[in-house]
């Protein structure tokens, strides 16, 4: 399955974003979908993931409360919907993929990525 990340950009801290990760290639709802996050100097972290279905959500303790994760099946997208952004939350964004992952707080070992998608919180 091939991932494209879009929406990412510069906003004031306090802001909102809403990232997007279109796919193709193969059925879109056989997948966990998840996004990453990687800041300048640091390992790429987990964000959030979902399930196949939509339902049940997944959120590491930074984004809880402030991130949505959700998909649209039909429109083969998952998204991230980013609110209340703090600088610390800068980052390169990433969605990946994977049928079947070990676990749903952990993408480290997910089988497909997107490119990456920059948001920049400025203070």
């Known amino acids: 399955v091939q991932l494209q990340a879009s929406g990412g950009g510069l906003v004031q801290a306090g802001g909102s974003l809403r990232l997007s990760c279109a796919a193709s290639g193969r059925t879109f709802s056989n997948y966990v979908m998840g996004w990453s996050r990687q800041a300048p100097g640091k390992e790429r972290e987990f964000v959030a993931s979902i399930r196949r279905s939509g339902v049940g959500t997944y959120y590491a303790d930074s984004v809880k409360g402030r991130f949505t994760i959700s998909r649209d099946n039909a429109k083969n997208t998952v998204y991230l919907q980013m609110s209340s952004l703090k600088p610390e939350d800068t980052a390169v964004y990433y969605c990946?993929?994977?049928?079947?992952?070990?676990?749903?707080?952990?993408?480290?070992?997910?089988?497909?990525w997107g490119q990456g998608t920059l948001v920049t919180v400025s203070s």
């Open positions: 990946a993929a994977d049928e079947a992952p070990r676990s749903y707080y952990d993408t480290r070992g997910y089988d497909y």
